[in-house]
């Protein structure tokens, strides 16, 4: 009896020093550990199938947008097109005028520019769904360990997802370099944090396109969550739920990309503001990534696809001369319903309704141009990448073809395109 006396007591004191240990180890800790979240997307749930074979509605659809592309090689505007037509069924492809490679244009990478951004906004998605952040979590609660800003305590993660939290377009650092081969390279992670404490903010609440607000909010949200970095985060919330594994920041092979006068420039390198434009992606991925926002299926991902999507700020007429004219809402990043512009421009009504529910976001590098528009209620999706910065390439072949795919005359919707191509 004795010696089990002794063997409970032996217990109990390895029990308690193993508690008091425990206790010491967690307090001596500097910066605890972030949990690491497996977006809940993930578990359980089949990926999706991507359609990527021809169907005849996609067939049909692009032969009504070709055309549009065909414009701008003929102008010389761009030097050369990739572009997919999408449906649930089915995609669609071709290219157009010159790639300058030997390799298949399928297998081609282009830099996407600021279409990086509605990545961001659904990496934020995946973390509003998991309840890691919060739409109206405050910028500041998700800053660097050791830095304060002052004049940022009402800024939210949504605000700076809408282009509505008054931060500049650009940092002045990068903005006095934005004539130089490079302007982005030299911009390091803190430095989207610090130089915020010398700029100069605008009124939140107010429409204004931001790049600044975008590399923002992926590095706040990367520290919320915990990620080594913001490729991580899209890499760990979005691009690997989603199976896209070819849009990511290094890629090859890469097409050489040419400014607006067709000359050869390079591609541009990102530190801190990679956020904003430095992702890369071939034909297939965007497509998928179409296919599926215009998808009924259920499949991991449709949630945080559904919640990117979800309207945050309606643009008001006084807020931007420009971008009243183009587009109705935003989303996380995405732009949402086509402006009275592009009615003005648009002979049927039935087209100018289906419009409205316009999903969109292109991008532009220096030598670079991708759009991604869809209509979810129609079904019906155009991606493109061009190896040219022509800065209206993505918006007309995208909005103009998507209107003659809805049964605007082409013969008309070939007079509006010359008016961009002269």
């Known amino acids: 009896m004795k ?8 217990l109990f004191l390895a029990f308690v020093a193993t508690v008091i240990l425990s206790f010491f180890m967690c307090n001596n800790k500097t910066e605890p550990s972030a949990i690491k979240i497996t977006p809940l997307e993930q578990v359980n749930k089949r990926h999706y199938h991507f359609q990527d074979e021809e169907s005849a509605a996609s067939k049909a659809g692009l032969e009504l947008v070709a055309p549009i592309a ?19 069924d089915g995609v669609s492809t071709k290219s157009f005028g010159s790639l300058e490679s030997d390799e298949p244009y399928e297998e081609l990478y282009g830099e996407i520019g600021s279409l990086t951004k509605p990545f961001v906004g659904l990496a934020f ?6 309840g890691v952040v919060k739409a109206d979590t405050k910028l500041a609660e998700c800053l660097p360990k050791g830095v304060t800003i002052n004049g940022i305590e009402n800024i939210t993660l949504a605000m700076l997802a809408a282009h509505i939290a008054g931060i500049p377009r650009l940092p002045k650092a990068i903005a006095d ?5 490079q302007p982005y390279a030299d911009f390091s992670d803190m430095d989207v944090f610090t130089a915020l404490k010398t700029a100069k903010l605008n009124s939140p609440g107010y429409y204004e396109y931001s790049n600044w607000g975008a590399a923002l909010l992926a590095q706040a949200l990367t520290i919320c969550a915990g990620e080594e970095s913001w490729e991580t985060l899209i890499a760990n919330r979005v691009t690997k739920v989603l199976r896209l594994k070819d849009i990511k920041t290094e890629a090859s092979p890469l097409m050489q990309g040419h400014d607006a006068s067709l000359k050869p420039v390079p591609d541009w390198h990102f530190k801190g503001m990679g956020p904003a434009g430095a992702l890369k992606a071939n034909i297939k991925d965007l497509a998928k990534l179409a296919q599926m926002m215009i998808s009924d299926d259920e499949f991991a991902g449709k949630e945080m696809i559904k919640t990117s999507l979800t309207k945050i700020h309606s643009i008001g007429q006084l807020e931007s001369a420009l971008h009243v004219k183009t587009f109705g809402a935003v989303g ?3 732009h949402m319903g086509s402006g009275f512009i592009w009615d003005l421009t648009l002979q049927k009504p039935e087209t100018k309704e289906a419009m409205h529910h316009l999903v969109f976001h292109n991008g532009q590098t220096a030598g670079a141009t991708s759009g991604l528009a869809v209509i979810p209620e129609k079904k ?7 190896n040219t910065a022509s800065p209206t390439t993505s918006f007309i072949v995208s909005f103009y073809g998507l209107s003659a795919i809805l049964g605007e005359d082409p013969a008309h919707m070939k007079s509006m395109v010359k008016n961009f191509t002269k």
């Open 380 to 386: 019906i999706g155009i991606v493109m990448l061009s």
């Open 177 to 181: 370099k934005a004539d130089t081969p």
């Open 70 to 88: 065909q414009q701008y090689i003929d102008a010389k505007k761009d030097l050369g097109i990739i572009l997919a037509v999408v449906t649930p």
């Open 332 to 334: 996380l990043f995405w």
């Open 125 to 130: 998605a995946s973390l509003i769904n998991d």
């Open 3 to 10: 010696k089990v006396l002794i063997g409970f007591a032996v």
